[in-house]
């Protein structure tokens, strides 16, 4: 199964009809028990529970329920607000012993906003008004595993989260429905600051390096062909550049994949690579040329395929 999705809006909807969650920036999971037995699964199915260790742990609390499927989202908090990059550092573990001393050093938490199967009976036929009222009353929580309020007046919490550098808000109808893999006007997501996922067609050394990432050509991939979306250089010194180069120096040279026209200034020096590697950025909207206002880094979406980015639109515009 995969998640249900939201549809991007720029207000917040008003209304008794209508509940106001936190959109956490993390990575949307779907997490199952069976039998005291946790599975953590991506957004593409792929199972990731090696990777996250703490949640089959007893003190999680998830082991205690013989049938439970929840949709939620991972998070690493820091100072009180989640943050991305230990988090993208976390998802594509495989060794057991680095899953472990992870857990201790960046521990994540599940947020959990709905459930989807409760003793062997899906739920996704009922309204989310009575889903919130059975995973309210599952009793779970610990420091790994909570359950965020809902909010009545989204126009509030829109303004609280920006004033506290989260990234936004996520309306829903309470008569909704849970249709799995498909994105609903009936869930709402509503941001403060732009994030997106976007592919790289090509990087570049620093000016008068060669052994020190400097920048990375961004694209949207569509049906037609990958779009350029611009250059970008801001957050890629220290640890994270240099973990980055690897990856990009293992990937095949195809020639420039982008079908739109590259400035030349982005050319020179570039290594042009398949747009295979899934990414997230931070950014301050698109310019008329349709490129990215300032990107940053923000880390590797080793949840997401090139196929997936193009079913689901994760980007913000």
Request: charged share 25%; net charge negative.
């Amino acid at each position: 199964m995969r998640p249900m999705l939201a549809t991007p809006s720029d207000r917040v909807p008003t209304g008794e009809g209508w509940c106001h969650e936190v959109k956490w920036d993390g990575f949307r999971v779907l997490v199952e028990v069976k039998a005291g037995s946790v599975r953590v699964a991506s957004r593409t199915d792929r199972d990731v529970t090696i990777a996250f260790p703490e949640l089959a742990r007893e003190a999680a609390g998830l082991t205690a329920y013989d049938d439970l499927l929840l949709d939620g989202e991972l998070v690493v908090m820091r100072e009180g607000l989640p943050s991305f990059k230990p988090l993208a550092e976390r998802f594509n573990v495989t060794n057991p012993r680095v899953a472990d001393e992870l857990a201790v050093t960046s521990p994540v938490t599940l947020m959990v906003f709905d459930v989807l199967r409760v003793m062997g009976t899906p739920v996704t036929s009922r309204p989310l008004r009575e889903r919130r009222q059975l995973l309210e009353g599952a009793g779970l929580g610990s420091p790994w595993v909570q359950v965020p309020p809902t909010f009545d007046d989204g126009a509030t919490l829109l303004a609280a989260t920006g004033e506290q550098g989260m990234e936004g808000v996520v309306s829903k109808r309470w008569t909704s429905t849970y249709t799995p893999g498909r994105r609903s006007a009936d869930w709402l997501k509503i941001v403060n600051r732009h994030t997106g996922s976007y592919v790289i067609g090509g990087w570049r050394y620093e000016r008068e390096s060669r052994d020190r990432l400097g920048a990375v050509l961004l694209g949207t991939p569509t049906p037609a062909g990958v779009i350029f979306r611009g250059r970008m250089g801001s957050g890629l010194a220290g640890k994270t550049g240099a973990n980055l180069l690897p990856q990009l120096q293992e990937l095949p040279d195809g020639g420039n994949p982008f079908v739109d026209e590259v400035p030349r200034e982005d050319q020179v020096g570039t290594t042009w690579v398949e747009p295979t590697l899934v990414v997230d950025v931070e950014h301050h909207g698109h310019a008329d040329t349709g490129r990215l206002r300032q990107p940053s880094w923000r880390g590797v979406r080793h949840d997401l395929t090139v196929e997936e980015l193009m079913r689901t639109d994760t980007t913000d515009a």
